[in-house]
């Protein structure tokens, strides 16, 4: 009696129902949720920073030096809290009319594509270098030689970018289906 030997190499295809690939483990269905919750509340906290500058709602920001009220968002922490190596070049631009329009659309445009999982990877690349130049304002940081939560916020966009967290509880697939996003990828 002989025995039948098959023989499986890189080109045998096997039925899908077959295949353990496609099938998501509970660490996986576990793991895109985190960091979709991740991604919301990342999405949330540069959307706040945003209102409470725009309307003064009173946390960070007064109703007086509210944005719609004549306050600027960039002169005062910009004045009065830049310290370090970059501190001449933010005096310079604290309070400008360019640098709170840029400030303020950051902010936005940021917040809203994080809430919604939209863009991700351009999201992570402007959001990384808003950061880093917010963690540069003061230099060395408060609490440590050089670690603070700006750097591992842009640490935590990048990584978003990289897991497609914007697929789970947001808009990622069907913004990835877009015509201009398969055109241009990096709008993904």
């Known amino acids: 009696m002989t025995a039948t030997v098959e023989r499986i ?9 077959e295949t353990t690939r496609d099938v998501e483990t509970t660490r996986q269905r576990a793991t895109r ?11 949330w906290t540069f959307l706040w920073a945003f209102l409470d500058k725009l309307f ?5 920001t ?27 070049f933010y005096h310079e631009i604290a309070g400008a009319a360019w640098a ?3 400030f303020m659309l950051g902010l936005a445009a940021i917040g809203v594509a994080l809430l919604l ?3 991700m990877r351009v999201t992570a690349v402007a959001g990384g270098i808003l950061l880093v130049m917010m963690w540069t304002v003061v230099l060395p940081p408060e ?11 842009a640490g935590l966009l990048a990584g978003l970018a990289l897991v497609g967290a914007g697929n789970t509880l947001g808009l990622g697939r069907v913004w990835a289906k877009l015509p201009i996003v398969r055109r241009f990828g990096w709008l993904k």
Request: hydrophobic share 45%; charged share 10%; net charge neutral.
């Open 9 to 17: 190499t890189a080109n045998t295809r096997v039925p899908a129902a």
């Open 33 to 43: 949720y985190v960091f979709a919750g991740l991604r919301i509340a990342l999405g």
């Open 56 to 60: 003064g709602l009173g946390h960070g």
């Open 62 to 88: 007064a109703a007086k030096n509210a944005w719609i009220n004549g306050g600027s968002p960039t002169k005062g922490f910009l004045t009065f809290g830049a310290a370090g190596p970059f501190e001449g």
């Open 100 to 102: 709170d329009w840029l």
């Open 117 to 119: 999982g939209i863009g």
């Open 143 to 153: 609490n440590n030689l050089f670690m603070d939560d700006h750097l591992i916020y």
